[in-house]
């Protein structure tokens, strides 16, 4: 049995050279710059994913992890997470071919990690990060994020379970389970998300005899477009730019399955002009 993860399809492959465009773009364009460039990733995994389902290549390809050692112009520190010991040592082992990077691994919760390394991060100041957040369904709670938004200078991909949520909101709002409810009040910060995704269906109300209501049905609408607005108009309230259109990925029935996000603390326009720029220049080759 491999230790690699298993896991995937066509959007694994274009997410990670997502990823390794702008980890090169990134570290090349601020190479020789006054400050350290960090590379943060909580959910590191192996650092090398097997290829299967809707992929081309049978062969395994790197993660994000190996993808960011790799990059021409090194990362001044590398922040690595992988609380399973199995996978951390198949993490350790591409590690160690790269002796010459200054690399942290650890081995707890993602959102523990997070808060240590934005603490150093913000005894450093001046120092610059990219984070990239790729949770295995909805793990990440939102504090977390809120964290890295709160220091200037932090970049941050965020991939988003998309269908994990629409799992755990089914379109009758009386369903919802209490351990669903309780873990969407963490990925989202509170429970706002329940008034905006869900609203009252006016074909299911009841009404006395003077036409007063007296019972209304909560029902999520189909699709996914109001949480989409939602999850963008959160980030806005973290961070200083967030890309407007965040990257689809479907599977081959043409659902979706994940959002990829891109948000800055940086609220220079002169920085969010040209990431911007970047960006799309990125998504149009990917």
Avoid at 18 to 45: C, E, M, W
């Amino acid at each position: 049995m491999t230790d690699n993860q298993q896991f995937g399809g066509a959007w694994t492959a274009k997410k990670l050279d997502i990823l390794k465009r702008y980890l090169n773009f990134y570290s090349t364009a601020l190479k020789n710059q006054n400050f350290n460039l960090h590379y943060v990733d909580p959910f590191s995994g192996t650092g090398t994913v097997d290829a299967d389902g809707e992929l081309i290549t049978s062969e395994p390809i790197e993660g994000s992890a190996a993808i960011s050692l790799g990059v021409a112009n090194p990362f001044f520190k590398y922040h690595f997470n992988e609380p399973h010991a199995g996978r951390r040592a198949r993490l350790e082992a591409i590690v160690s071919q790269h002796p010459e990077r200054n690399v942290s691994i650890s081995a707890v919760d993602a959102n523990t990690m997070i808060q240590s390394v934005c603490h150093e991060l913000r005894h450093r100041r001046g120092d610059r990060a990219v984070f990239f957040i790729d949770p295995f369904g909805c793990q990440l709670d939102w504090a977390s994020l809120k964290l890295i938004g709160s220091i200037p200078g932090n970049d941050v991909w965020v991939w988003f379970p998309v269908s994990a949520v629409m799992r755990q909101t089914p379109r009758d709002h009386s369903k919802i389970q209490d351990g669903w409810r309780k873990r969407l009040n963490k990925l989202f910060g509170g429970n706002e998300w329940e008034q905006t995704i869900y609203q009252a269906s006016q074909a299911t109300q009841v009404t006395d005899l003077f036409g007063a209501p007296i019972e209304e049905k909560l029902t999520r609408e189909s699709g996914t477009k109001a949480l989409d607005n939602f999850v963008t108009s959160k980030l806005d309230e973290i961070f200083q730019y967030v890309h407007p259109q965040p990257v689809p990925f479907y599977n081959a029935n043409n659902s979706l399955l994940f959002n990829l996000y891109f948000a800055m603390s940086n609220d220079s326009p002169k920085a969010t002009g040209l990431a911007q720029r970047v960006i799309n220049h990125i998504l149009k080759l990917s």
